[in-house]
């Protein structure tokens, strides 16, 4: 079985994580020294969100040179102390690729432009829409060309049919596997290609089953994106990564992501990340995503609302038990072992996108900044006097805690999966041997289980056959 088959992996973003120098800024030296966290937890890997060069248009998305380190978060020197001492701890580390755009400040703009795409014509050849919002053409005012930008203008999209484009990534790839990274997130790899003849995107005539904006909802991504083409290159980077891996941002329904698993090892199951906590949902993402095998299982990330707020906190004792039993990898977003919720954010925000409140720093202890920084954050801390790792870990029955003891425990549920339907306010599914019964609502429920409990997200949750409100256990069932 491949190491990442069943995995834990601990989404860092370096900004937030741990600041080694008093900047207020997160950093690399600052991972190293918070490295034994992650094996306390039991994960097995740790992914980093983007530390290259970047102008931070879209706070490190916009890479300005991809075979560096942003000096706010260290030096290469810096990532290989933290690369060792992943190593000797037995973690694995992965990193962020971005394929599909540069930042426009990279060399390659200016030195480079057939490896961008550009109009034919002097204004926007087509309908095509950005993710951020409005047309995804503007115009570089040196040039006087219009040149593609699938998200901010700040990053012009790279044409992947140029072989030059990949050669340059197959070298980057090749760059940091060198310098001891275990695999890659892919970032955005289903808008990679797009339509040679620029054509139009068709009305949209299906509601799309994932958060989009007003205008990119009213459009059928058909030209502008989830090009079969994409798939050769994705294979150029399959064939320079070995095998490392390859985990997949796939923006799409769960139906689309069997064509992009002949090249990647695991997609993000997006449609279970935004299924509200509602059982019926939850089932409803649960089911397909698991049959199909090979997704990575996330609750939240630094793009996205984290758990704690999307669910509630009387929820994450029982979410965190339903993301670490099911089948295949599971992604942990820092700070949600401790139940970090959503942040107030930035006046004026440091984010146009809105993002800065998934953002603000990791809590440590209970002093002003949280452990983070002794310096003044780059955002405030939450609330570190009420959640913060070492109280937790002194805790027992703390969420952290929790999370630890589920780690631990999804080792011993094997293979198989069947998910268990016709129950009302209940997400079950079997586990071999084992039955897992999340309860998703405020009220008890009737459990499809008899066998004595494993693992539970509280004390006593089952009593004569009914959980517990906003509770879950894994039973072991005899036969």
């Known amino acids: 079985m491949p190491w990442w088959e069943q995995a834990v992996v601990y989404q860092i973003y370096p900004r937030s994580f741990q600041d080694s120098d008093g900047d207020g800024v997160g950093d690399l030296r600052g991972i190293t020294q918070r490295l034994d966290h992650l094996v306390w937890l039991g994960v097995d890997a740790f992914w980093l969100s983007p530390f290259y060069p970047s102008p931070l248009a879209d706070f490190g998305y916009d890479v300005s040179d991809y075979t560096s380190v942003d000096p706010q978060f260290g030096s ?17 580390i992965l990193l962020d690729l971005i394929l599909c755009h540069t930042s426009i400040g990279h060399p390659w703009f200016r030195e480079h432009p057939d490896w961008y795409i550009w109009s034919p014509v002097d204004g926007p050849p087509n309908n095509w829409v950005s993710s951020f919002g409005g047309p995804a053409w503007s115009r570089d005012e040196e040039t006087g060309r219009w040149y593609l930008h699938s998200f901010y203008p700040e990053q012009p999209d790279l044409d992947w049919r140029n072989p030059e484009v990949v050669e340059a990534f197959q070298g980057v790839v090749r760059f940091w596997i060198d310098r001891g990274a275990d695999g890659f997130r892919l970032d955005a790899i289903d808008r990679l290609i797009k339509d040679d003849q620029l054509r139009d995107d068709p009305p949209a005539t299906d509601t799309f089953p994932l958060p989009l ?28 990564a070995g095998d490392a891996l390859l985990v997949g941002e796939v923006f799409q329904p769960t139906s689309e992501y069997p064509r992009y698993l ?38 939240s990330n630094h793009d996205f609302e984290r758990l704690a707020t999307r669910v509630g906190p009387e929820n994450l004792r029982a979410a965190a038990m339903l993301l670490l039993a099911l089948p295949g990898a599971a992604f942990v977003y820092q700070g949600d072992e401790i139940g970090l919720a959503n942040g107030p954010g930035a006046d004026p925000p440091f984010d146009r996108a809105g993002r800065d409140p998934m953002r603000h720093p990791m809590q440590w202890d209970a002093t002003p900044t949280g452990g983070f920084t002794s310096g003044e954050p780059w955002l405030p801390p939450v609330d570190p006097g009420e959640r913060n790792v070492e109280a937790q870990r002194d805790d027992p029955g703390s969420l952290m805690s929790l999370y630890r003891l589920l780690i631990e425990g999804r080792k011993l549920l094997g293979d198989g999966f069947r998910l268990l339907e016709g129950l009302e306010g209940l997400v079950s599914f079997a586990r071999r041997e084992h039955i897992v019964a999340i309860n998703a609502t405020a009220g008890s429920q009737a459990a499809p289980v ?13 009593a004569d056959g009914l959980l517990a409100p906003h509770a879950g256990v894994v039973t072991r069932e005899s036969g």
């Open 213 to 240: 904006r007003e205008d990119a909802a009213k459009l059928q991504r058909l030209y502008s994106g989830n090009r079969p083409e994409a798939f050769d290159a994705l294979a150029s980077i399959r064939a320079a």
């Open 76 to 92: 290469l020197d810096d990532f290989d102390e933290l690369v060792a001492a992943a190593h000797e701890r037995g973690l694995r």
């Open 262 to 299: 002949e090249v990647l090892d695991l997609v993000f199951a997006f449609e279970f990340l935004f299924s509200p906590w509602k059982a019926k949902r939850l089932r409803a993402a649960v089911g397909p995503a698991a049959e199909l095998g090979r997704v990575a299982w996330v609750m």
């Open 450 to 462: 008899t066998g004595p409990p494993e693992l539970t997200t509280h004390p006593d949750p089952l």
